[in-house]
């Protein structure tokens, strides 16, 4: 996703500092173009020479060093970077770029940038609540950096606070949300439904299917990537929420029916990727279910459609996409349930085939619509979710 993109990283004194080698060897492994500016300060606590192993770059400590391979390298390297990181960012390097001090190569590549600077501050959780750093953080916000918070937790210095550093994936995160991708859904609002229901039989047992929800989990992560605001309506899985959505979690299908129905109205793109169980128990047991008999059976009721409900009351403008999981007729059966449920889309997949269907990392999907269907190769779930987007898009009903 950052094939062809500078990144810089710039890196104050903080013992954070270490965690940076992790954050330029991932964006290296996305296909970036790394290059590291170092504080004195930060020398300290991890040596330039980590950083020109893991980026093939030349890392930058001095302003004034002669031997350097750009011309006038910190106005070049602000200027055409396409996202500049400065994390840690000590008390120090607030002050200084807050106040317009430029006095070393971090500060003065900061001045002539163009990109989104992001700027993850990271310090002694008492210096962190300082007004003084608190006012700088307000002021470099007003001015347009983003302010990457602190978390909490166990500090070097032995306090418990807020300053830490946040996770290496989620500062590449960052960078990917700043610059990964063309933001072609910027404005949109789209919902995305994930995962599997559960339908309780009595306080110990449910009914469920095989989903693990990595699919919808893709398309939520890939629109918001894109510049959607993207919620992220699903069932429980083993995922992280992504970051930058607003994930609501739910158990069962009546939950799900709810919570899609409280968000739906106001969407550009519904995508209705969960495995909503057409069934549940028509009456959950309060106590534990004891063994009897040799058989038993359970009696089941049929679910609500959620997404035969959202097609009915579709708003000019909505575009409606649903998934289908088959084992045979694929396309048949599919086509059968757009017109059914008043589909703009719908993304088939057969369990059968290899590289499709549940928990694994790709898919197979066929998308399709009234007057078509585009047949996709085997290919991760993102990339598959990013294909899905562009259709949605290509389409143009949007
Ligand atoms: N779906 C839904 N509510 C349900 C059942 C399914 O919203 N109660 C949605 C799924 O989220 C998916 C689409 O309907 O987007 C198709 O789901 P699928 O299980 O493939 O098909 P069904 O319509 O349930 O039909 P069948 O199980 O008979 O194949």
């Known amino acids: 996703m950052l094939t062809g993109k500078r990144i810089v990283l710039g890196i104050s004194g ?11 060897s991932m964006l290296v492994k996305l296909g970036a173009d790394v290059h590291v500016i170092m504080t004195e300060a930060a020398t300290h606590f991890i040596t330039p020479e980590t950083f020109e192993v893991l980026t093939k770059n030349r890392c930058y400590t001095d302003t004034f060093d002669r031997g350097m391979d750009m011309h006038v390298p910190h106005v070049t390297l602000g200027t ?42 990271s310090m002694n959780v008492h210096m962190y609540e300082n007004p003084i750093v608190q006012d700088n953080m307000r002021k470099l916000a007003s001015y347009g950096y ?6 909490c937790g166990f500090l070097a210095c032995r306090d418990t606070g807020k300053g830490k550093l946040p996770p290496e994936k989620d500062l590449v995160e960052y960078i990917l949300r700043a610059c990964g991708k063309t933001k072609d859904l910027q404005g949109k609002k789209i919902l995305v439904t994930a995962g599997a229901t559960k339908e309780a039989i009595d306080p110990v047992r449910y009914i469920t299917n095989h989903s693990t929800g990595k699919m919808g989990y893709a398309v939520a992560r890939m629109a918001m990537l894109r510049g959607a605001d993207v919620t992220l309506i699903s069932g429980e899985t083993t995922i992280d929420a992504p970051m930058f959505v607003n994930t609501i979690r739910v158990k069962s299908a009546k939950d799900m029916f709810d ?24 009456s959950t047991a309060d106590e534990k279910i004891k063994k009897n008999d040799s058989t038993m059976n359970i009696e089941l009721e ?6 035969k409900a959202l097609g009915e009351r579709k708003k000019a403008g909505q575009f409606l996409c649903g998934f289908s999981m088959e084992t045979e007729n694929m396309i048949e059966n599919s086509r059968a349930k757009l017109e059914k449920k008043n589909l703009d889309m719908i993304a088939a997949n057969n369990l059968k085939v290899a590289g499709a269907g549940f928990a694994g990392d790709t898919n197979v999907l066929t998308l399709i619509t009234k007057d078509g269907q585009c047949e996709l190769p085997m290919m991760s779930k993102e990339e598959a979710a990013d294909r899905l987007l562009d259709e949605i898009l290509n389409r143009g009903v949007i």
Do not use: H, W
């Open 80 to 121: 055409t970077a396409d996202c500049f990181l400065i994390a840690p960012a000590s008390a120090d390097i607030l002050g200084k770029i807050a106040n317009g001090i430029a006095d070393d190569m971090l500060t003065t590549t900061v001045l002539p940038a163009k990109c989104p600077v992001l700027i993850a501050p």
């Open 259 to 282: 919570a899609v129905m409280s968000y739906s109205e106001n969407q550009d793109i519904i995508v209705k990727a969960a495995a909503v169980a057409d069934y549940r128990p028509v």
């Open 302 to 307: 049929k679910t609500d459609d959620i997404l």
């Open 146 to 151: 983003e302010i990457i918070e602190a978390d």
């Open 14 to 24: 903080g013992i954070a500092a270490y965690k940076m080698a992790n954050v330029a």
